[in-house]
């Protein structure tokens, strides 16, 4: 397993306490200096906030903490390599170019949201005049990413109380790989009409 996975499989940690609290799987962790300084997860549900994704929850405690963050720096994360298990949307791509992360990795795309190029290439796409590009690299642990979030759609629209069109859903397991891969996004299983 590379040291990607490793960080990875804690971020997956994350997620899967996510989809415990019946949030949308996504989990994250912030590497620094060879350890994790901030782990998270969404958590827009809990606090009905569409904002509190799990970067922006880790980013807050960071900021937060005066052990991480002694001292105001225009790019408090210069130094911090972020993993999380999907690809992060506009917003958050945005949030993390502004604070200047060294890198991200990620599980797998986002293509109703992403930052990080599936619609929008913030990270690095988008020219700035003065916040530096960052790297955001794909696919480490991928297919449990997307699995996750299949078994949350599936899970939810199980659980809605007025089933709608899509009763008898089964979940699926193949995953194409991401050049061939022509199906909906993990985020158009059902009840993403309602998010
Ligand atoms: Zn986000």
């Known amino acids: 397993m590379s040291e990607h996975e490793v960080w990875m499989r804690q971020a997956m940690v994350m997620a ?98 992403g930052g990080c190029g599936s619609v929008l290439g913030v990270n690095e796409g988008l020219k700035h005049p003065k916040h530096p590009s960052y790297q955001a690299t794909s696919g480490y642990c991928r297919e449990d990413a997307i699995m996750i979030l299949r078994r949350f759609y599936i899970t939810e629209n199980t659980n809605a109380p007025m089933p709608k069109s899509k009763t008898n859903r089964v979940l699926k397991t193949e995953i194409p790989s991401r050049k061939a891969d022509k199906s909906p996004s993990p985020f158009s299983q059902p009840a993403s009409s309602e998010r």
Do not use: W
Request: with cysteine.
């Open 16 to 113: 899967e306490e996510a989809f415990a609290a019946r949030e949308v799987p996504v989990g994250c962790i912030f590497v620094r200096g060879g350890k994790i300084i901030a782990k998270a997860r969404n958590r827009t549900n809990e606090l009905r906030n569409a904002t509190r994704h799990a970067e922006l929850e880790a980013i807050d405690y960071i900021l937060s903490n005066k052990d991480l963050t002694p001292v105001f720096r225009e790019y408090p994360l210069s130094h911090t390599t972020l993993y999380v298990t999907v690809e992060p949307c506009i917003m958050c791509a945005s949030a993390l170019r502004q604070m200047g992360i060294k890198e991200v990795f990620y599980g797998c795309e986002n293509d109703r949201f």
